[in-house]
């Protein structure tokens, strides 16, 4: 028997609480490989601007209940 994965769950930002948010998107930037450009940005230029992707739904917070992982994915 093969057994299946559970699907990704979308997560709305709205539902979570601000520091679990802030945490969330730390972690994202935070990442190596992360690539913003030609520019560098700070810590917070770089929360302020996943916060905004996710305001105009242009990014989303994805959990993957096999590897219990949170992810920013880019819609």
């Known amino acids: ?3 299946q994965s559970a ?3 979308n997560i709305p ?3 979570l609480s601000p520091a679990a948010l ?3 998107i730390e972690a994202f930037v935070l990442k190596e490989g992360t690539d913003y450009g030609q520019r560098e940005f700070t810590l917070q230029e ?3 601007q996943v916060q905004h992707q996710l305001a105009r739904g242009e990014a989303r917070i994805v959990y993957y209940p096999d590897t219990q992982i ?3 994915v880019r819609v």
């Open 1 to 3: 028997m093969v057994e």
């Open 13 to 15: 930002h709205t539902e």
């Open 46 to 48: 770089k929360v302020w």
């Open 70 to 72: 949170v992810e920013i």
């Open 7 to 9: 699907e990704p769950i």
């Open 22 to 24: 802030q945490g969330v």
